[in-house]
């Protein structure tokens, strides 16, 4: 997948500081119920590492998208994760001022597809816990529709 980049000042706080360390951030990921057990988290600097396996494309990019919506991070790579089940890949999203789960659904899927926006939503649980909280500078997995 390489190189992911966010937005360094904008997102969820760690454990109510704004600098990330490995540990922290490795379990805030396990948190989540995935099966993130094979993958490991480093920290160089602003960059997070992610390295070992993940179970399969899905897992990883939600991996992705805990550990770099996080303030003080300005990248995630994985360059070095293997995808034991590997599939397509999602489109990344960045939030932008206004936005809305319906809108960005219009955007990505066509016009009249907003009622599409759950597709999205159920993509990045548990990350996202409720449709309407969403913020500027957040990115978000748009799978493809199936």
């Known amino acids: 997948m390489g190189l992911f980049t966010f937005i360094k000042e904008v997102g969820d706080k760690i454990f109510g500081t704004s600098s990330a360390n490995a540990a922290e951030l490795k379990k805030d990921l396990d948190a989540l119920g995935l099966d993130t ?8 600097g602003d960059q997070v590492v992610l390295k070992g396996s993940a ?37 990344f999203y960045e939030v932008k001022k206004g936005d809305t789960l319906w809108k ?16 999205i939503f159920e993509a990045n649980r548990p990350m996202l816990k409720h449709p309407d909280k969403i913020y500027p500078g957040q990115k978000l997995r748009i799978p493809p529709l199936k």
Do not use: C, F, M
Not at 37 to 44: A, G, I, M, S, Y
Not at 109 to 119: D, I, L, P, Q, S
């Open 55 to 91: 179970k399969d494309q899905e897992t990883l990019e939600k991996a992705v998208l805990q550990v770099g919506n996080k303030a003080g991070i300005a990248g995630v790579k994985t360059d070095d994760v293997t995808v034991v089940t590997p599939s397509g890949e999602s489109a």
């Open 37 to 44: 057990k094979d993958l490991q988290v480093e920290v160089e």
């Open 104 to 119: 960005i659904a219009e955007t990505h899927y066509g016009k009249g597809n907003g009622a599409k926006y759950n597709v």
